[in-house]
């Protein structure tokens, strides 16, 4: 086994390990469980770290991912004498922002028109808690960008609902299994890791704050945990494989990873913590921070 392919097993096994952990910790920490006056501060602490987030998604996507897929992309076609006046690599990346948005839209629609048949009963919601209601009501204005509403649908909506919300983690992950130098793998672990932290730390405080029960919350952690190992898997697979059309392959996956991020970036990080009100400079400074860290790191490689 080469070092490369273990420092992607380690980033496998690091993101599952690391995204459970910061999934339980609301759980089991009693403080999360109060949602009077610690809720504001929760609250600002992962706005602030999710434009770190943002910042580090930004570089990576910029100075890591594109640039690494367009040179790959143009070598293949290179190599196949492919010449065309299309742009053929914006396509491919705008097809994976495409994917995930059309994908994310459809489970949120068949959501609502299902909603909109059902009685909207906290059905999730364990009944031995007197503030389940109300909890999980302003989840979608809570600050983090995390659009599902826990307390309004049956277990098995919510269920898929969260698992749409997981979807673009294969590509995050798939990105990772695709790298072919281990600093690359360990630059975009990191922003995958910061920004896999953050959701699954907010989705679990609002799960617990609004009283559902445990085995909801194992199922949604752990679906989610698993999402970005099982992309790191597909990209290792895909190289190791060897294929006459390995390398194009590689080079078309890279793409739609590459719109994962752009989507990931400009859809949910960065419009939501700067459209939510309160502390617009620091968070441009959290931002910028991010954004340092990652360009010193591909600096120093």
Known sequence: MDFLLQVKIGALVGLLLLTLFFGFIPARVKCFRDTRGTADNHRTVLSLISCFAGGVFLAACFLDIIPDYLSDIKAELDARSVETSFPLAEFIMAAGFFMVLILERVVLNCREMRGAREETAPLLADNRSGHGHGAGADLEGS????????QAHSPFRSFMLFLSLSLHSVFEG????????????????????????????SLSVKLVQSAVRPLWVAAYIGVFALMSPIGIAIGISVMEARLAAGALIQAVLEGLAAGTFIYITFLEILPHEL???????????FILLGFSVMAGLTLWD
């Open 275 to 285: 459209n939510s009100p309160g502390k617009q400079l620091l968070k441009v400074l």
């Open 143 to 150: 600050g983090h960008h995390v659009h599902v509403d826990f």
């Open 174 to 201: 798939l990105a990772i299994g695709l790298q072919k130098t281990d600093s690359k793998v360990l630059e975009i672990c990191i922003a995958i890791l910061v920004h896999k932290s953050i959701i699954v730390f």
